[in-house]
């Protein structure tokens, strides 16, 4: 099983409307990203956080998203306006602060906007 | 930008061939290493194989890997594919001064048939 936690497994939300989905990463993390993976093919980078803070993002994020990560035990993707684009999977993972460490996945939140 | 080929989307291979899946890279910066992740239907990405040594074989569960530096190549092979094999495979570099962020391939799937 993924040590790494999210939820809920799946979401459904109307165009427009407003969507959360949390991720709970591996007790001793530090690191923490985000990943969108559209009909199970490319993993596209969306945001990095280190220590709670972000450090790197992609511009799609700064525009629509919300991010945080208030602890290290706990850390929330948001849409603000949801689109049909954003229906994917959204992969939390987390990695100790060495270099090189390996990244642990979650088994993702299925977000379907209608 | 660095970057991750992965030229087949689709490979398909019957039970108890050899299967060789293809991954080259480009980037301007040091790169620190290499990973073959590989996700089954409906779980999440696993790490299946990670390399940062230039012409090191790297072997995990009947897979291996050598990282050719020289061309830029990662590839994964299988001496004998099981059908328990078929899944999706992503290659990943993880860049020096990335704070272990991966860059994804797109991914290919292995299809292996009876």
């Known amino acids: 099983d993924a040590a790494v936690t999210q939820k809920p497994r799946y979401l459904i939300k109307m165009k427009g409307q407003e969507a959360e989905m949390k991720c709970i990463p591996e007790k001793g993390h530090t690191a923490v990203f985000w990943y969108q993976q559209k009909q199970s093919k490319e993993l596209k980078f969306l945001i990095y956080f280190q220590n709670q803070q972000p450090l790197d993002q992609i511009d799609m994020v700064k525009e629509r998203f919300s991010a945080v990560c208030p602890s290290s035990s706990l850390c929330s993707l948001g849409i603000r306006t949801c689109e049909a684009e954003d229906s994917a999977l959204y992969l939390c993972s987390s990695s100790g602060t060495n270099s090189a460490e390996t990244l642990y996945f979650g088994s993702g939140t299925r977000l379907t906007v209608l | ?114």
């Open chain 2, 1 to 114: 930008g660095d970057s991750v080929t992965q030229t087949e989307g689709l490979v398909t291979v019957t039970e108890g061939l050899p299967v060789k899946l293809n991954c080259t890279y480009q980037t301007t910066y040091l790169t620190i290493a290499f990973f073959w992740y590989v996700q089954y239907l409906n779980e999440a990405p696993q790490v299946l194989l990670r390399s940062s040594t230039d012409n090191k074989r790297t072997e995990h569960q009947g897979f291996h890997a050598t990282l050719h530096k020289s061309s830029s190549s990662f590839h994964l092979q299988k001496s004998s594919a099981q059908l328990s094999d078929s899944a999706l495979y992503y290659c990943a570099l993880q860049l020096s001064g990335s704070f272990n962020k991966l860059t994804f391939g797109a991914g290919t799937r292995l299809a292996v048939c009876p």
